[in-house]
């Protein structure tokens, strides 16, 4: 098993959530393009429905999303690198199970 250090591997996660953010992105711009497409870019009663109903939830998931990335991920790190690893993987299964 190679040793990679720190950095490294804070690279490649940074590189990996990068890429799959601007996938999130593509994909976001390819479904508004068929919704457009199938139910026309203007007056749209049923397109505008749509957004509204999804408005709530999505806005529901932004800030879950962030306080968990706020709060979980800094208490995961100072686990992860103080050596306690099993300790940080007990604390992120017990949120998440």
């Not at 591997?9 to 068929?34: E, H, P």
């Not at 806005?59 to 099993?86: D, H, N, Q």
């Amino acid at each position: 098993m190679r040793n990679i250090s720190i950095g490294a591997k804070i690279f490649k996660v940074t590189v990996l959530i990068a890429f799959l953010s601007l996938l999130s992105k593509i994909l976001g711009l390819v479904r508004d393009m068929v919704l457009a497409n199938r139910f026309g870019a203007t007056d749209s009663n049923a397109l505008d429905a749509y957004f509204a109903a999804i408005k709530a939830p999505n806005m529901l998931f932004y800030i879950i999303s962030g306080a968990l990335a706020a709060v979980v991920v800094p208490v995961f790190v100072e686990y992860v690198t103080k050596g306690e690893r099993k300790e940080a993987w007990a604390i992120f299964n017990k949120l998440f199970n």
